[in-house]
């Protein structure tokens, strides 16, 4: 069983960083891609960026790209979204998910953390 646990949401202004974190138990890691999601109050959740557990390939969507960074730590088994230039448009709760033996650009995730809340004030 996989499980994922977000930490590090949190307030902060606009222009400011903020880091999330997500420990994943997993058994072997190398299959697996890794993901993070968003969804704001009234929409539906949307990609924000993956990384691919063995190689660390990213991708990201278009919104984020440039002022977040996804990384992994394969020693403490956590990935990591570290996030700069924040704007209140980014406020969201923020999951962790994992799916395994898919592609890097697929968007559909077999296990999903409890979510971490983002805000971002203006």
């Known amino acids: 069983q996989v499980q994922l646990v977000e930490s590090g949401g949190g307030l902060v202004q606009a222009g400011g960083s903020l880091r999330i974190s997500c420990v994943a138990s997993?058994?072997?890691?190398?299959?697996?891609?890794m993901g993070w999601f968003r969804q704001a109050p009234g929409k539906e959740r949307e990609f924000v960026s993956a990384i691919t557990w063995s190689s660390g390939s990213t991708d990201y969507a278009h919104s984020v790209k440039g002022r977040f960074t996804i990384s992994r730590d394969n020693v403490k088994n956590t990935v990591y979204l570290q996030m700069n230039s924040l704007k209140p448009e980014d406020t969201a709760v923020y999951y962790c998910?994992?799916?395994?033996?898919?592609?890097?650009?697929?968007?559909?995730?077999?296990?999903w953390g409890q979510g971490t809340q983002v805000t971002v004030s203006s």
């Open positions: 997993i058994r072997t890691f190398s299959p697996y891609i």
């Open positions: 998910a994992a799916a395994r033996g898919r592609a890097l650009i697929s968007r559909e995730y077999d296990y």
